[in-house]
């Protein structure tokens, strides 16, 4: 059972029990209190002991936990970079299903002619032959897009189109360590959690299918800046985000409701002028001298066809009825809809206030699940809010292990349809294929909402702490919920009218061992 008073003894020996020094606060180590991480650690020696030194030797203090995943990060992107070797030498000029069969797909080579980077047109200003006439891409990754272009040289368009992909893969290398980086430092006593993005199979296999990363990258350092109690940092690099990808934009939600349950919409509305503003520096320029290339972005999302992935292909497919894309927005958005209620009323009845990185989680979830097209880079948005959202590596690895099947069942399905001799998978295992990435990630969903109903089992909050990531949310009281779970209002807050800084509730104490989610 977890204690319900938070208490911060004193740090015994030259260590903490999670490997701290003596008078700082003790850092979490995940091999002493999740069974899957100290299994994996026997293969460099086993979990962390009682007597370790962390920084001790003649460099111990240049390998710190940060400075280790960043490295890891790179390593896992270099491996990923390898897998396309394939593709890079050959599949992607050559065969019409070469490239699904090694499973080495990426969009970059391909839209380097495509949209017209190796004619040196200008996105959103310069029309395009076919039949999408401007770059389908928002405004930031467009840029970015173009910037790998000029930083391109010269020659046969094979070999240019091989080194756009290695400039962007470059590029891209730099925003994975960003992002493993950023979630390493959101969790000030849980850096080791950084190592779930950083070793996670799906980042290597898919970071360079597209440019999701230079978004999710920003949003990694969107929630650190709100973990550091500063919103309007926080706010201009989530409209930064927003001006790469769309799905960002999901997280102003659970912010707007968490802070509403803590009384801090000030700090809300500081956030949401920062990204406001950041985003319209990056859009209005191209709004208003290429208004066209501008709207297609939002044009193509609207009129595209229900596409790989979704739950709608599912039913389609098995239905032998398409889906138009008018009523499959419709139906999206509904559900989407739906689940932004179901997150509402969790943010303000659960007994304690959630955690952003959970509601976060939930919210990107709820518009992945629901979405008319689900492409295999798009577990990308959920891996850094998924190790801050439930940093258990059982769990995460099985959700893992189903993006990876995915991965591979999508491939393989367009092997199937692309090829003559009709090698590979066939529509019904496309569709388990399907059904298990929705299982995967629902599962994921449920252990989540299981942890904000019952604080208690949260590995976050085990240890007696509030919200790490939360910022001016962390330990702030509640004023305003509803239902009866949420009163009276529980949270790690001072009792109010008393001097003592005794918590109303808290679950677990600093430093204790043994504790299971």
């Known amino acids: 059972m977890p204690s319900l008073k938070k208490t911060s003894g004193p740090l015994e020996g030259p260590a903490a029990p999670d490997g701290a020094r003596e008078g700082e606060p003790p850092t979490v180590a995940p091999t002493r209190r999740d069974e899957v991480a100290a299994a994996g650690s026997e293969l460099i020696g086993g979990r962390y002991g009682r007597r370790a030194l962390p920084g001790s030797g003649p460099v111990g203090g240049q390998f710190t936990p940060v400075r280790i995943i960043a490295l890891v990060a790179i390593g896992m992107f270099a491996l990923g970079m390898v897998q396309k070797l394939p593709c890079y030498n050959w599949a992607w000029f050559r065969g019409t299903t070469s490239q699904y069969t090694h499973a ?82 959101t969790h000030r006593r849980r850096p080791w959690d950084g190592l779930l993005v950083a070793l996670a199979p799906a980042v290597a296999l ?28 926080a706010g201009i690099l989530l409209g930064l985000a927003v001006a790469a990808k769309f799905y960002p934009l999901l997280l102003l939600w659970p912010l707007l409701l968490l802070c509403v349950r803590a009384g801090r919409l000030r700090a809300f509305g500081t956030a949401l002028l920062g990204a406001v ?51 499959a927005n419709l139906y999206a958005l509904l559900l989407l809809a739906l689940a932004a209620g179901g997150l509402a009323w969790l943010a303000l009845a659960a007994p304690r206030r959630p955690r952003l990185a959970q509601l976060a989680f939930l919210m990107v979830a709820a518009f992945v699940l629901t979405n008319k097209v689900y492409s295999p880079q798009y577990v990308l948005w959920l891996v850094p809010l998924a190790a801050l959202a439930r940093p258990r590596w059982r769990d995460f690895l099985v959700w893992q292990s189903c993006e990876v099947l995915y991965y591979l069942g999508i491939w393989m399905y367009l092997a199937f349809t692309g090829s003559g001799s009709k090698q590979g998978l066939p529509l019904d295992g496309y569709h388990f294929a399907i059904v298990l990435h929705l299982l995967g990630t629902l599962y994921l969903c449920a ?71």
Not at 129 to 155: H, K, N, Q, S
Not at 450 to 467: C, F, I, N, Q, T
């Open 277 to 327: 503003g950041s985003w319209l520096v990056v859009n209005l320029p191209v709004m208003l001298l290429a208004p066209e290339g501008w709207k297609q972005f939002y044009l193509f999302s609207r009129d595209r066809n229900v596409d790989f992935g979704s739950v709608w292909l599912l039913v389609s497919q098995r239905a032998g009825q398409t889906i138009p894309p008018e009523r």
């Open 104 to 185: 080495c797909y990426s969009d970059i080579p391909h839209l380097f002619a495509g949209r017209g980077f190796s004619e040196g047109l200008v996105p959103y200003f310069d029309r395009l032959a076919g039949d999408i006439p401007f770059l389908e891409y928002p405004v930031l990754t467009g840029l970015f897009m173009e910037v790998a272009a000029w930083m391109t040289p010269g020659g046969e368009l094979q070999a240019r189109e091989q080194a756009y992909w290695l400039v962007n893969s470059g590029l891209l290398m730099v925003c994975a360590a960003v992002l493993a980086v950023c979630v390493a430092r």
């Open 447 to 517: 252990v989540v909402v299981r942890d904000v109903l019952a604080p208690e089992k949260d590995p976050v909050r085990r240890d007696g702490s509030d919200d790490p990531s939360g910022g001016v949310l962390d330990t702030a009281p509640d004023v305003f919920v509803v239902g009866r779970a949420a009163h009276p209002a529980r949270h790690a807050a001072p009792a109010p009218d008393t001097d003592a800084q005794e918590p109303l509730v808290t679950w677990g104490t600093p430093g204790a061992e043994g504790s299971r989610g």
């Open 206 to 233: 898919t970071a360079t299918i597209n440019w999701d990363l230079l978004a999710v990258a920003l949003t990694a350092a969107a929630i650190l800046m709100w973990a550091r109690s500063r919103p309007l940092a």
